[in-house]
Nanobody, 114 residues
Framework: QVQLAESGGGLVEPGGSLRLSCAAS????????MGWYRQAPGKQRELVAT???????NYADAVKGRVTIYRDDAKSTVYLQMNSLKPDDTAVYYC????????WGQGTQVTVSS
C-alpha cells in the first residue's frame, strides 16, 4: 500500500519559515520524481516545486528564491523548505510521487497570517 505522509504545516507569520516533510512508503522511492503542489481556497491546485531522481529541481515562479525542495532517498522523504512566507502562500500543500503512475498525499495546511 502506497502512502505519502506530509507533515510540518501550521500557522506562521508573514516573513516566517516552515519545512514540510513527506515520508513515502510502499514505493521504490529513488525511482520516483517527487513534487509539492498547493491548493488555496477557491483556486485550482498548482505546482510548487519538483525534484527528479537526478536531483534536478523545478520551481514555480511564485516561489523561486524562497523555496527549496530536496530529497533524502535513504529516508524515502522529500522536503520543502519555505522561507519569507507570504499570506498568498496560504494553502493545503500536497506531496506527489510520479513514475509509472502518480500518487498523492492527503495534504498539510499552511497558513500565513499575522
Amino acid at each position: 500500500q502506497v502512502q505519502l505522509a506530509e507533515s510540518g504545516g501550521g500557522l506562521v507569520e508573514p516573513g516566517g519559515s516552515l519545512r514540510l516533510s513527506c515520508a513515502a512508503s510502499g514505493i521504490a522511492f529513488s525511482a520516483y520524481s517527487m513534487g509539492w503542489y498547493r491548493q488555496a481556497p477557491g483556486k485550482q491546485r498548482e505546482l510548487v516545486a519538483t525534484i527528479e531522481t537526478t536531483g534536478r529541481t523545478n520551481y514555480a515562479d511564485a516561489v523561486k528564491g524562497r523555496v527549496t525542495i530536496y530529497r533524502d532517498d535513504a529516508k524515502s522523504t522529500v522536503y520543502l523548505q519555505m522561507n519569507s512566507l507570504k499570506p498568498d502562500d496560504t494553502a493545503v500543500y500536497y506531496c506527489t510521487a510520479q513514475w509509472t503512475r502518480q500518487y498523492w498525499g492527503q495534504g498539510t495546511q499552511v497558513t500565513v497570517s499575522s
